[in-house]
């Protein structure tokens, strides 16, 4: 097939889905690379560094890569077939190559150096300089620097900290896997929802046998102990699950990831160690917007004296309620989610499911359009006759109120057969300038609610209304942007601890009386939320809020200490840390057996090593950014404005905290939080928007 035949080579900038085949994508990607190379060969030839001749240069060719490679991630994510994951699977070894030669280019280094150095840098604009300036810090982690003997330790320590990293996963799944129980009376599943026991008797049909087979997959588990009256299985269960991939535990020392932590962090400190880091925090905080281990350390600490009275006070209700309603003499930590939601239901007797009529997806979208329009002054309207993959698809087009175009995404909203589970946001095309012009960014907006059941619309939960907005949130991110450079344009460029901000933030108002109203319709009266229902909901939010707090601040204090001390970096003593940091913070303390850790794969295997705190860190920067919305209208046009103005149009072109102190006129308030999750009283003020004449 010729190149200019095949459409992810052409597609620009909408991908043209309905042509798309399994058999374009290694050619296509093959070309791009070949293209990307050839870029690269080029660059290093160049013999007067400047941002035209270089980083503009490779940025077109990244662009390129990009574009023809999003359509295909994003099909695999969507519409998975055996022929689509082969071909994906065949591109995913050449992606991760030029990728990782590129970090260790010292003739790029050397080039971005100059350019750098010269005065005409200055004469750069700020998104420009913001480029230079990321490309060699990560140049400098990526090891550049360093003499040869240094760069090929530091290869070395990559590659064993992949392998290490990967085997810990598998540990961990192999583990969850190789536990399973049969269960032949149905008395002792009692309480269990119906849903985990359906998935229970497929187990066990799918072994031939009668009755149920409970495992530790997630949906199982987390039934089980929430809701299972027989205590003796929640407390085998517990175990089990608490002990996977461990040297305790029903399968003790078969799938041990001692060792494996142990040279992880061994490895991690000596990789930061080398590119002259003090600890693998140090290092992993660099490209965040946190500046220190001590400042999380202390944000971190503070929330947890704040949020611990609440907790005790929290565990104390529980206990009382397990000796009073459940007979229960002690709270044992099999116990603690059982008696929980045995407490909500009594108190707030509301479920998602008695919520889903006053949520038609039509509505809550109309709804969302018409809250995003009032706060940051754009449409959203919807174009029919885009090229999409699904006949469920929709796509939009986002505009200014002066009809100026901004944006355009896909919806892709239901759950279907080959498609990935959960809800994300992805970049299709990014915003840029090109020599033909600006280019508009295009997201992908997909979740997995449940798809219409004809005649009636499909209706959401609340929980899903959330995770639209919150999606919504990321997809205005990269929307609204108005940067010229992918490499900081959208959400290209800002730190992992700061990217939920918009996402988070959005949701506010889906917890909003003012917000529920415009969302929310009866599906046969078109009635809004009842305010009784809008109330219990209210309340029900913050349930064990301080229960839930801790225990997120234990998880992260412990991820970041054992990155951040460097006592005994040979012989770092996990269980003592995890011990030390429980005293702390925790009010719930697992017995001494719980190995917690083995199976912490946020932490040991994904992204997030020393970079759990992220999730804390950007619920106080949204609860504070959404607070100047409180004192000054839900709905102001001038608060929305600066929001769009300081944070959704600037991307990774300014420090994180510049761009929040910009919106907020200060540094960001953990009170915030605390306040929103009902720790301390609310101080609200009158929204100046509910007079009538607005
Ligand atoms: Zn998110």
């Known amino acids: ?106 003739h790029l280094f050397r080039a971005y150096k100059t350019i750098r150095d010269m005065p005409s840098f200055d004469t750069l604009d700020q998104a420009q300089r913001k480029v230079i300036d990321d490309a060699l810090r990560d140049f400098k982690l990526s090891g550049v620097d360093l003499d040869e003997e240094g760069k090929l330790r530091f290869k070395a320590l990559s590659a064993e900290l992949s392998e ?40 066990a049909a799918r072994e031939g046998l009668d009755g149920w087979v409970l495992t530790l997959d997630f949906p199982i588990y ?41 040279r992880i962090l061994r490895l991690r400190h000596e990789m930061a160690t080398l590119v002259g880091f003090e600890s693998y925090a140090a290092y ?16 971190l600490e503070t929330l947890s004296a704040r949020s611990k009275p609440a907790a005790r006070r929290e565990l104390f209700e529980l206990r009382e309620y397990a000796a009073d309603a459940l007979g229960l003499d002690t709270l044992e930590p099999w116990d603690v989610s059982f008696v929980s939601e045995r407490l909500r239901q009594e108190r707030y007797a509301l479920s998602q499911e008695t919520l889903r ?58 759950a279907r057969a080959g498609k990935r589970g959960g809800a994300w946001m992805d970049e299709c095309v990014v915003r840029r300038v090109t020599a033909r012009g600006i280019q508009l960014p295009v997201a992908y907006l997909c979740c997995n609610f449940s798809p219409p059941l004809h005649p009636r619309p499909s209706l959401l939960t609340h ?43 959005l949701e506010n108002w889906c917890w909003e009386p003012e917000g529920l109203s415009l969302i929310s319709g009866h599906v046969d009266t078109g009635e809004v939320l009842p305010e009784k229902m809008v109330e219990r909901m209210l309340s029900a939010r913050n349930f064990l809020a301080g229960m839930m707090m801790v225990r997120q601040l234990e998880f992260a204090l412990f991820d970041l200490r054992i990155h951040a001390e460097s006592d005994s970096p040979d012989r770092p003593d996990i269980n003592a840390v995890l011990e030390d940091v429980r005293r702390q913070v925790a009010v719930v303390i697992p017995p001494q057996w719980h190995r917690f850790a083995h199976a912490f794969t946020h932490v040991f295997s994904g992204g997030y090593a020393a970079g759990y705190y992220s999730y804390k860190w950007a619920e106080v920067l949204a609860a504070d950014a959404f607070g100047r919305f409180e004192e000054e209208g839900l709905f102001d046009p001038r608060c929305g404005l600066a929001f769009r103005t300081a944070i959704l149009e600037r991307g990774g072109t300014e420090d994180a905290l510049t761009l929040f102190r910009e919106f907020r006129g200060r540094d960001p308030d953990v009170e915030a939080l605390l306040r929103q999750c009902g720790m301390i009283a609310t101080q609200r003020t009158e929204s100046p928007n509910a007079a009538p004449t607005d």
Not at 196 to 202: D, F, P, S, Y
Request: glycine share 4%; net charge negative; charged share 20%.
């Open 463 to 505: 929980d899903e209304v959330c995770t639209l907005f919150h999606e919504f949130g990321h997809g205005l991110h990269h929307l609204l942007t108005q940067v010229d450079i992918a490499a900081v344009s959208g959400i290209n460029g800002v730190p992992w601890d700061a990217v939920e901000l918009p996402s988070q933030f």
């Open 164 to 203: 290490l990293t990967s085997r810990f996963s598998e540990n961990v799944l192999d583990a969850t896997q190789a536990w399973r129980k049969h269960v032949i009376a149905a008395e002792t599943l009692a309480g269990i929802p119906d849903n985990a026991l359906g998935l229970a008797a497929e187990n």
């Open 222 to 262: 987390s039934a089980v102990v929430s809701y299972a009256e027989n205590r003796a299985l929640r407390e085998e269960l517990y175990t089990a699950y608490g002990t996977r991939a461990s040297d305790q535990g029903p399968n003790a020392g078969t799938w041990d990831n001692t060792e494996t932590m142990i």
């Open 284 to 299: 992993s905080l660099a490209r965040k917007m946190a500046s220190s281990p001590a400042e999380v350390m202390a944000f």
């Open 1 to 106: 097939m010729a190149a200019e035949d095949n459409p992810l080579l052409s597609a620009f900038p909408l991908p043209a889905f309905s042509a798309l085949d399994p058999e374009h994508i290694v050619p296509a990607i093959d070309a791009r690379l070949a293209q990307a190379n050839a870029c690269i060969d080029a660059l290093e030839a160049v013999e007067r560094p400047s941002w035209e001749n270089i980083a503009a240069r490779l940025e077109e060719a990244a662009d390129a890569l990009d574009r023809t490679w999003s359509p295909v991630r994003h099909l695999r994510a969507v519409a998975d077939n055996p022929q689509w994951r082969e071909a994906y699977n065949a591109c995913l070894p050449k992606l991760s190559e030029p990728r990782t030669s590129l970090g260790q280019n010292e």
């Open 357 to 414: 009529p006053y949520f038609p997806i039509s509505r809550v979208l109309d709804g969302l359009f018409e809250i995003v329009g009032r706060l940051f002054g754009i449409r959203v309207e919807e174009q029919s006759n885009a090229d999409t993959w699904h006949p469920d698809v929709r796509f939009f087009e986002i505009s200014t109120s002066s009809g100026e175009p901004l944006g355009q995404f896909y919806l892709d909203a239901y």
